[in-house]
């Protein structure tokens, strides 16, 4: 057997190793995403000041995107912006606040005024000149003849009351009607945090603002359905510093190797990278580096194709890879190695 064909051998021993762990990582991400479908829902809950905890859930990014869409929200022009700013989509929260609305008869004016001529002075009942020559006034039963009738409007919202307006009658005018509708504010705060998990979950208050009084009014339903953080390939390149060992395993010429084992520190730019962002990675791929061989004392330029992060199943570390390495040093040698390096 000639030193290319150990070389192809090793190569192709390395790759199918990568392609094992790969597919182990993504039969992981599946069994961890249908986990997170069964277990993540959290219920709406209405905090003593009104505030409400939102029902979160997980979705697949299809089943989310539908939702955008239904919701009435052009979900081109979002994705489109969404790449302008470098973003993905994350979730979709909906907030719905219901007012009761009402309609009543034979209500009672809320206040009354004394009415006024434009003259400014008091409006005066009519009067009726008898034959007799004396005179008697109009019968105003209710009051409506001498004063301006006001019914304050108020929308319900549960057991709160948000002003809305006003609507006068003056009985004496041409146009007896008048009315004023408040200028309202509508303000919605969500604070957001995220658990341990990663996971988002919003508490949601909405006030109304109107003459003068602000409100806060109960919400309906709060939902945020979150996209389960998928993990993608992208160019990330990023720097690592680490240790290989192994073995020796021929030499281009064919010549005899000057030692077996060897202990290689070493860095190397890992151009790709496989995960759910550019920091939270579960894979890096195509480190190209360089590196100095202990027991030969040699420099040795290394070729790291693909790397686990072990950090993410252990316990207080995070960022630490595990990889195969082919390296190829000045004097024509080439080793296998397996080396555990830490990334910045």
């Known amino acids: 057997m000639n030193t290319k064909t150990k070389i192809a051998i090793v190569a192709g021993i390395v790759i199918i190793i990568g392609v094992l762990l790969f597919w182990i990582q993504k039969q992981s991400d599946e069994l961890a995403e249908l986990r997170a479908h069964n277990s993540a829902l959290v219920d709406q809950k209405t905090l003593k000041d009104g505030t409400v905890r939102n029902q979160r859930s997980i979705s697949s990014k299809e089943d989310l995107e539908r939702l955008i869409k239904e919701s009435g929200i052009d979900w081109k022009l979002v994705r489109s912006d969404q790449k302008e700013l470098g973003s993905k989509l994350k979730g979709i929260q909906r907030v719905v606040v219901r007012s009761q609305g009402w309609s009543r008869t034979n209500l009672d004016s809320t206040s009354t005024h ?120 992208m160019f990330n390149p990023r720097l690592y510093f680490g240790v290989d060992g192994g073995v020796m395993a021929s030499r281009i010429s ?57 950090g993410k199943p252990l316990p207080l570390v995070e960022n630490v890879f595990l990889g195969p390495t082919i390296s190829l040093d000045v004097k024509g040698q080439v080793s296998v190695l397996l080396g555990i390096r830490v990334g910045l």
């Open 114 to 233: 004394v009415g006024k001529n434009e003259d400014g002075t008091d409006v005066s009942l009519s009067t009726v000149q008898c034959s007799d020559g004396s005179v008697i006034d109009c019968p105003d039963t209710f009051g409506y003849l001498t004063k301006r009738q006001e019914l304050t409007l108020q929308e319900p919202f549960g057991d709160k009351q948000v002003p809305v307006g006003t609507v006068g009658f003056s009985a004496w005018k041409p146009s007896p009607w008048d009315a004023t509708i408040h200028p309202r504010q509508y303000s919605v705060t969500n604070v957001v945090s995220v658990d341990k998990e990663g996971r988002s979950n919003y508490h949601t208050q909405v006030k109304v603002s109107s003459n003068g009084e602000e409100v806060v009014v109960p919400v309906d339903s709060a939902q945020y359905v979150e996209k389960y953080p998928e993990a993608s390939f």
């Open 254 to 310: 064919g010549t005899p190797v000057d030692s077996v084992g060897e202990v290689t520190p070493n860095m190397h730019v890992a151009l790709f990278s496989h995960g759910k962002t550019k920091l939270d990675m579960n894979w890096t791929f195509l480190g190209i580096g360089v590196g100095y061989e202990t027991q030969n004392q040699s420099v040795g330029f290394l070729i790291s194709p693909v790397n686990y992060n072990i």
